[in-house]
C-alpha cells in the first residue's frame, strides 16, 4: 500500500475485555514496530520485528500484550484483559529494512487510539 | 537520567520567527539522530535524519548535531503556522547484527501565531 495502514483508527473498550489492533506495513518493508504513545508521554517502544527473526519484545509491558506477525506482513497486537492504564495511541511503523546507517527511514501508521473505559 | 531529554513545551512563537528546538542525550553511542513532527491525532512523519556532527539543512529546516555535548537541535526558519506541531527528536544505536535500538524524547509541541 501506499503507506502503513493501522485499523481500527478508534476503538472504545470496556475494562477486562481483549482488543486486537491490526498493522499493514509498507509493502516490501521487512521491518515492522509497534509503539505506544499515552498523553503527554513519549512514544513507548513496545515490539520490533525484522524478517524471520525471533522478533525483540523487550518492550512489552506485561504478559497481557502480545503480538505475532504473519506471514512476515501484516502484524497484531493484541491486549488482553485491558486496563484504563492501557488507554493510548498504538502507533505501528515500518522500514525497508531493520538496519540503520543508510539513510533507512521509518514510517508511521496514524495510529489507533485505544480508550479503555 | 533519561537516555534523551526534551522539553515538552508548549512553545508558542509569532509568525515568521526562528524556532529552536533542543534534546540531549546520556549515551554516546547513539549514532544517528532524527526529527520527527507530528500533527494532532496523526502518526510522526519524519524530517530530517542526520548521522555526524554539524549542521544538515532542508528548506526552512536545518538540524544540528554536536556529538561532543550530546546535545542535538532543530531550527525553523521563518516559521509558519502550518508548522504547529509537536517535535520528536529520535536517535538510533545501531549493535550490529540486525539489532538496533530506536529511542524517542517525549517532544515539544510548537505553536506559531499567526
Known amino acids: 500500500g501506499a503507506g502503513v495502514s493501522q485499523s481500527p483508527s478508534n476503538k472504545v473498550t470496556e475494562k477486562g475485555k481483549d482488543v486486537e489492533l491490526r498493522c499493514d506495513p509498507i509493502?516490501?518493508?521487512?521491518?515492522l514496530y509497534w509503539y505506544r504513545q499515552s498523553l503527554g508521554q513519549g512514544l513507548e517502544f513496545l515490539i520490533y520485528f525484522q524478517g524471520n527473526s525471533a522478533p525483540d519484545k523487550s518492550g512489552l509491558p506485561s504478559d497481557r500484550f502480545s503480538a505475532e506477525r504473519t506471514g512476515g506482513s501484516v502484524s497484531t497486537l493484541t491486549i488482553q484483559r485491558t486496563q484504563q492504564e492501557d488507554s493510548a495511541v498504538y502507533l505501528c511503523?515500518?522500514?525497508?529494512?531493520?538496519?540503520?546507517?543508510?539513510?533507512?527511514?521509518?514510517?508511521f501508521g496514524e495510529g489507533s487510539w485505544l480508550t479503555v473505559v | 537520567q533519561k537516555e534523551v531529554e526534551q522539553d515538552p513545551g508548549p512553545l508558542s512563537v509569532p509568525e515568521g520567527a526562528i524556532v529552536s528546538l533542543n534534546c540531549t542525550y546520556s549515551n554516546s553511542a547513539f549514532q544517528y539522530f532524527m526529527w520527527y513532527r507530528q500533527y494532532s491525532r496523526k502518526g510522526p512523519e519524519l524530517l530530517m535524519y542526520t548521522y555526524s556532527s554539524g549542521n544538515k539543512e532542508d528548506g526552512r529546516f536545518t538540524a544540528q548535531v554536536d556529538k561532543s555535548s550530546k546535545y542535538i537541535s532543530l531550527f525553523i526558519r521563518d516559521s509558519q503556522p502550518s508548522d504547529s506541531a509537536t517535535y520528536l527528536c529520535?536517535?538510533?544505536?545501531?549493535?550490529?547484527?540486525?539489532?538496533?535500538?530506536?529511542?524517542f524524547g517525549k517532544g515539544t509541541k510548537l505553536s506559531v501565531i499567526p
Open positions: 511503523a515500518s522500514s525497508f529494512s531493520g538496519t540503520a546507517g543508510s539513510g533507512n527511514t521509518i514510517y
Open positions: 529520535a536517535m538510533i544505536l545501531y549493535s550490529g547484527a540486525g539489532s538496533y535500538q530506536l529511542t
Open positions: 509493502s516490501g518493508h521487512t521491518a
